[in-house]
């Protein structure tokens, strides 16, 4: 079991390196739609492309956050129904979640992945023409990275029901 524990610190590293990159699209993001708003208002003149640019620094924000937010249980969870049961219920309750999300997460990165395949780079925005594949892969690998989470989530809740 010790493998696994490796293994996770390692993923769970990864995850922080790629959260901060996320963390660092906030700053510009927040300036250009703040720049935009100034110039739209006061001077009747938007910055071409701001909306564009701020969606894809949204991608990247959101999608590559996603695991962090697992690892750090950020996520809204809904105990208060939960709470109520034995100890033992609550951990099959939460082995059962963690299937379920794992399946989620399994389909959203398959479906990622398809859709991300079947672009050969020639789609672009449709104001400042960037190619929208480097966006699109996010979507597979922000969720393969969330899917490792939970495996690691799945695998802490079975030996947490073993163990009582």
Same mark, same amino acid.
């Given at each position: 079991m010790e493998w696994l524990v490796t293994i996770q610190k390692k993923v769970q590293r990864i995850i922080r390196i790629v959260s901060t990159i996320s963390m660092f699209m906030l700053i510009p993001m927040m300036l250009l739609t703040t720049v935009d708003i100034i110039t739209r208002t006061a001077f009747k003149k938007p910055i071409s492309g701001a909306v564009e640019m701020s969606s894809f620094m949204l991608l990247v924000v959101i999608l590559l956050g996603l695991a962090y937010t697992q690892q750090v249980r950020g996520h809204p969870r809904v105990t208060i129904f939960v709470s109520?049961?034995?100890p033992r219920v609550q951990f099959i309750v939460e082995v059962i979640v963690n299937l379920f999300c794992l399946y989620i997460v399994g389909i959203v990165v398959w479906q990622g992945w398809v859709v991300a395949k079947g672009d050969t780079g020639r789609i672009v925005s449709d104001v400042?023409?960037?190619p929208q594949l480097p966006f699109r892969m996010l979507v597979p690998l922000g969720g393969a990275l969330l899917f490792l989470e939970f %495996?690691?989530?799945? *695998?802490? $809740? %079975?030996?947490?029901? *073993?163990? $009582?």
């Amino acid at each position: 079991m010790e493998w696994l524990v490796t293994i996770q610190k390692k993923v769970q590293r990864i995850i922080r390196i790629v959260s901060t990159i996320s963390m660092f699209m906030l700053i510009p993001m927040m300036l250009l739609t703040t720049v935009d708003i100034i110039t739209r208002t006061a001077f009747k003149k938007p910055i071409s492309g701001a909306v564009e640019m701020s969606s894809f620094m949204l991608l990247v924000v959101i999608l590559l956050g996603l695991a962090y937010t697992q690892q750090v249980r950020g996520h809204p969870r809904v105990t208060i129904f939960v709470s109520r049961f034995f100890p033992r219920v609550q951990f099959i309750v939460e082995v059962i979640v963690n299937l379920f999300c794992l399946y989620i997460v399994g389909i959203v990165v398959w479906q990622g992945w398809v859709v991300a395949k079947g672009d050969t780079g020639r789609i672009v925005s449709d104001v400042l023409r960037i190619p929208q594949l480097p966006f699109r892969m996010l979507v597979p690998l922000g969720g393969a990275l969330l899917f490792l989470e939970f %495996i690691f989530d799945f *695998l802490v $809740s %079975i030996n947490k029901l *073993l163990k $009582s």
